[in-house]
């Protein structure tokens, strides 16, 4: 079995900072990618950036140039800096993970998810 938590988040002012991180645990062979995505109230879930384990990155054009996502050393934690914060971040951001778990011989892939942590950003 495999968890994601998240931690950070919060109420920050327009063109504030904030961090969030998020680490996956449990029975993990190998963890494919690790990202975040976001979404707000009637609006569906969109990815925000994401990092590979070889450290490759894509990003929401939205967030270009503003926020940076990183992986820990152990590859199974993920880190958003986020800058330049603007209302429409305001959103619940969603850890997401993709890893490999063995499991009676075989090794099966797993897209994993947090219960999301509240970014509010005040005008």
């Known amino acids: 079995q495999v968890q994601v938590e998240e931690s950070g988040g919060g109420l920050v002012q327009a063109g504030g900072s904030l961090n969030i991180s998020c680490t996956a645990s449990?029975?993990?062979?190998?963890?494919?990618?690790m990202g975040w995505y976001r979404q707000a109230p009637g609006q569906p879930r969109d990815l925000v950036a994401s990092?590979?384990?070889?450290?490759?990155?894509n990003y929401a054009d939205s967030v270009k140039g503003r926020f940076t996502v990183s992986r820990g050393n152990a590859l199974n934690t993920v880190y958003l800096q986020m800058m330049s914060l603007k209302p429409e971040d305001t959103a619940v951001y969603y850890c997401?993970?993709?890893?490999?778990?063995?499991?009676?011989?075989?090794?099966?892939?797993?897209?994993?998810w947090g219960q999301g942590t509240p970014v509010t950003v005040s005008s």
């Open positions: 997401h993970s993709r890893v490999y778990v063995e499991s009676a011989g075989r090794y099966i892939a797993l897209e994993v």
């Open positions: 449990g029975n993990i062979f190998n963890t494919v990618v």
């Open positions: 990092i590979t384990s070889e450290g490759s990155t």
